[in-house]
């Protein structure tokens, strides 16, 4: 019984954990997608004469 | 655009520390133009007319006097927050309006054009600030680069730093605690005048002239970078990492929007729903922070008593 629990309590943490880190790289995420989206809209936008 | 990312990230920083200690400063704006437009006065000369003489200072003279001026605005602002006890809101916002006021005077509304001084002179080389590069990198974003390092560690390593998030997290406790509150809040708002003095000049030196209209509204988009980083407004939470994402996530989305051709008026409408996202993302982050750790003591409450009846 206390196994299950133990077993339960980790999965939680895990899904916790991705979420933590989602939120809490999202600065860096949401640059990366800017960046990403832009790049695929326009070929100048990623390239070092823009920079 | 990482030249555009570069004023963002100075005004940012500035206003982290002041956002740190639960303030919050609307003169920046009005202060990177009253130091830009100083600086372009400097560089054209100042006359003395009662000992008829003229001064050209040299181009580090300019930066050092425009960053003192930034300093001492910054400094009028703390002063007021700090110990006349003035709202930050209330003080920073009449700073807002004088500080414009000046920088229109000192010009009578025009724009200083020619910065690039003469040869004669020797005072040549402010254009070098905003254009040229470093190792294939602007100018502007390596002063960032290095102002950002220079707060960071402030901010990590020293007990400054400590006494900053201290005094955002609890005013009173910390006074209690021995932190000198009130000189704690002075500097936060020099930093941040000094930090606007250099975004002015890094400004003035891109576009090669300086005017008193310059940077309206920036004070707003430095706001908005410093909560997409993640930071609290009332204070006590934030990084200056966290602060530069949030900085080059504001400028390059803007850029971005400018170079797929999308119209001002959706470019307005994609920000601000953006900060709005982000403040909200903010909120969950808080709750699930302090969901998880009521969940780790109530966790270790049963433990405790497990253990307490695995005893008796």
Redesign the interface.
């Known amino acids: 019984m206390s196994h299950h629990n133990n077993n339960a309590?980790q999965v939680e943490k895990g899904s916790?954990d991705i979420?933590?880190i989602l939120?809490?790289g999202?600065?860096?995420f949401?640059?990366i997608v800017?960046?990403i989206?832009?790049s695929m809209?326009?070929p100048?936008?990623f390239s070092?004469g823009?920079? | 655009m990482s030249s555009h990312v570069a004023v963002f990230g100075l005004l940012g920083i500035g206003m982290l520390f002041v956002i740190l200690t639960g303030g919050i400063d609307l003169s920046v704006g009005s202060t990177l133009a009253l130091c830009g437009v100083f600086a372009g006065m400097l560089l054209e000369g100042v006359e003395i007319e009662a000992l008829d003489l003229a001064f050209f200072p040299s181009v580090w003279v300019v930066v050092v006097l425009t960053c003192l001026l930034g300093g001492l605005v910054g400094a009028i602002n703390g002063v007021l927050v700090a110990y006349f006890k003035v709202p930050a809101f209330v003080a920073t916002l009449g700073m807002l309006y004088v500080a414009r006021g000046a920088a229109l005077l000192l010009t009578d509304g025009l724009t200083f054009n020619s910065l690039s001084g003469d040869p004669a002179l020797g005072n040549t080389g402010f254009e070098w600030l905003g254009f040229n590069k470093l190792f294939g990198i602007p100018v502007g974003v390596l002063i960032l680069f290095c102002a950002a390092v220079i707060c960071m560690l402030a901010l990590s390593r020293t007990p400054f730093g400590r006494w900053i998030y201290s005094t955002g997290g609890n005013a009173r406790a910390a006074e209690l605690s021995g932190v000198p509150v009130n000189r704690v809040k002075l500097s936060v708002y020099i930093i941040s005048g000094v930090c606007a003095a250099m975004a002015g000049i890094v400004l003035a030196s891109q576009l090669t002239s300086a005017g008193p209209t310059a940077g309206t509204t920036y004070e707003l988009t430095a706001i908005a970078a410093v909560v997409i980083g993640g930071a609290s407004l009332m204070g006590g939470r934030g990084t200056v990492r966290n602060t530069l994402l949030g900085a080059f996530v504001i400028g390059f989305l803007a850029d971005g929007l400018v170079i797929i051709g999308v119209s001002a008026y959706w470019q307005m409408v994609f920000t601000g729903s953006v900060i709005v996202f982000a403040v909200m993302l903010n909120n969950v982050q808080y709750s699930a922070k302090r969901k998880s750790s009521q969940q780790a003591e109530k966790t270790a409450e049963i433990k405790r008593e497990g253990s307490r009846a695995s005893a008796t």
């Open positions: 309590l916790i979420v933590k939120l809490e999202r600065a860096f949401a640059l800017i960046i989206v832009f809209l326009s100048v936008y070092t823009n920079f």
